[in-house]
């Protein structure tokens, strides 16, 4: 799915994520702090650059996931929220390949 930026048919505006309301800055923002969160989460250090680009994918990946189960996203927290979900599965994934195991 392809981010869109402007107005659609359905009357909505779509940003940088392809969702409503949601910029280019905001999706920087949110990247950052989904990416920091995983990095948390999942015990990975990365530092900045990674994790807003982690975050950044990890939102692609979350907001994809979230439209096959048909869940609503929209807003700061909710992208905020699938972002972290999907940068924890993508260190998940990237760790699993790699046969690393960090506790």
Do not use: C, K
Not at 87 to 95: E, G, K, L, P
Request: glycine content about 16%.
């Amino acid at each position: 799915m392809a981010a869109r930026q402007g107005n659609s048919m359905d009357g909505h505006v779509y940003g940088a994520l392809g969702q409503p309301g949601v910029g280019f800055l905001m999706a920087i923002v949110i990247g950052a702090l989904a990416g920091w969160l995983a990095e948390r989460f999942m015990n990975s250090n990365m530092g900045l650059l990674g994790n807003i680009v982690l975050g950044i994918i990890g939102g692609v990946v979350g907001n994809f996931l979230a439209a096959q189960l048909h869940i609503p996203v929209f807003g700061f927290w909710r992208n905020l929220f699938s972002a972290t979900i999907g940068a924890v599965i993508i260190i998940a994934v990237v760790r699993a390949v790699r046969g690393e195991r960090r506790y």
